[in-house]
């Protein structure tokens, strides 16, 4: 597999681009079906091939510029349920590289240095299926 220096994205909400992030973390999860039994001589068996729920959490980071994420997260009125969200990988190392769907913004933080830019990091889990392309 080739190396990279980060994962440097686009976030866009319905085709606009709204933060330009590092994908510092990407979890896909999936949950199998345990149909262990008394003949699993006390071994953990899954069913093949079937899962009762999948996941993607993304963990970015970025330099605040516009606050358009800090907005969305701290007013009590905007819903931190985001549609049509696109991430566009500018440095992917495969051929895929845009990751699509509804997406959840489950944490927003912020942090700066006395002589620094104002920072922030947010998490975004997935509602619903998501494309990979």
């Known amino acids: ?3 990279g220096a980060g994962r440097l994205a686009l976030l866009k909400k319905a085709g606009t681009a709204i933060a330009g992030v590092k994908v510092s973390t990407m979890d896909c ?7 262990s039994d008394q003949n699993s001589s006390g071994m953990v068996q899954l069913l093949a091939g079937v899962f009762t729920g999948r996941q993607m959490t993304l963990g970015v980071t970025g330099v605040e510029a516009d606050e358009v994420l800090r907005n969305i997260a701290a007013d009590p009125s905007q819903q931190l349920y ?5 991430f566009v990988f500018g440095n992917a190392l495969a051929a895929k590289d845009t990751i699509t769907g509804d997406f959840f913004m489950t944490k927003y933080g912020e942090s700066a240095a006395d002589d620094g830019a104002v920072t922030f990091s947010a998490t975004f889990v997935s509602s619903g299926s998501w494309t990979l392309t």
């Open 1 to 3: 597999m080739a190396k």
């Open 29 to 35: 999860e999936g949950t199998p079906i345990d149909v």
């Open 82 to 86: 985001l549609t049509d969200l696109t």
